[in-house]
């Protein structure tokens, strides 16, 4: 079977792409069909479209698939701004201000949030056996490049004798399952129960999109620790190691202990309250829109739009973005994020969370990072860039990641993290129930 991919070339600007890499494309091979194949995520996003290409080629159907998003925020002017905290934080500037995102740029949004949002598997009418086949090989495939954290649980925590593991978790889609309101994502209560005692093994944060008091009002857990607005609002400990220069604001966390706050873009709330109210203006005539107001970035909800609305409704956010130059454009599963061009993200947001609770060396640390979006990405990386990080995707599709293992959903997550608070147990008491080192008693 050949599979022939052409590149998307919409131009970028200030708008960040997708995934990072040498060429910006996936690459996965897929020894079954006894080719390497480019852009396996794309694959899925459009399938749709894929069922109506007739086959080119005798060996099988040849595909055209145009989602595959090119790489970094721009990095252009850099200025600082000064937030509260003795680290400049760099505002990155677009390359041109003036330039309309055209037809590409939306485009590539959309392609970028069916890629991160794929339906599951056979979920379409019209599916044919054979793309089912192919999908389950391109997953298969996916696999032994992000193995199960579940079923490499060992591999996960090696090397873990005396070091500490500390836990980072994101909310949608790997504490709560995906839902078609965000006012109703809720997690369950085994969920709630599970991250408690994770959070009375580990030092446990979670690190969310959401405006940090809402996060918290799903999680409702006060011994974690809570970063919203994908980083920007952090409520962390209060022990600011000496060596690191950022400071933050001293407040008392939901136990009345000491905390630290920590918010990098505190500068554009003006703006981003004019950004939130120009897109509701802007989108209200689009049926099923939503916006969000996260505090330091909103959301676009696309989930409940119909598809053939989708680029109307990217159009307008396109316009009103145009009045934003210092604001930027990512995209997430169905919907599109406004933030500041500001070098903050998830992954700032933990290297800011271990070094206030205290971590200097990261070779004595095993970060866990559970993420399932596009700007978890960030906080794999680094998570990756530590010698025992661990960077776990939450998805039951290939898609493409810098993570290093993957768990298919939220139900997963909840196994995975019983199963470490087993394992903890385990170490810290060696004569427990739980020594059962195949832990076949865990659920
Ligand atoms: O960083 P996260 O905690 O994963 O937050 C990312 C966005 O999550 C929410 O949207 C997503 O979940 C919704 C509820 O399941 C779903 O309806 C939506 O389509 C998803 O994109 C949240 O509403 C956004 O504000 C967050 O930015």
Redesign the pocket.
Known sequence: MVLKVSEANGSFDRYHGDFEGSEGLLRASCPSFGETFVGGMALRSKRSALCAEPPTSSCGPSLSVASVIPTSPSKSSVLSASSGCSMPIPIVLPKKHNSFPGRGSVHTWIDGMRAQ?PPPIRSLPGDTPELFDLEAAIYKSWLEDHPSALSSFDRVIKQSHNKQIVVFL?????????????E??FMSAEMRATVKEVASCFPTA?????SRPK?YDFVRLSELYYAGS?GMDIQGPSNISDGFRVKGTKSRDKKGNDATNFQPASEFLPLINKVTTALIENTKMVKGAKV?N?KF?V?V????VKEELWEGLAERVGNVMKEFPTLSLTH????L?VRPSIEWD?GKAVEFLLKSLGFQDTNDLIPLYL???K??EDAFKVVNSTKYGCSILVSSVAKPTEAKFSLRDPSEVMGFLCKLVHWEKCRQDPNSIYMDRNFSQIP
């Open positions: 949002s994101d909310y949608d889609g790997t504490l709560s399952p995906i839902v078609e309101d965000p109703r994502a979670v690190i969310s999109g959401r996060v994908h969000e996260n970035c959301s909800h696309f989930r409940r997430g599963r169905k919907v994020e998830k993420g399932d979006d700007t978890d």
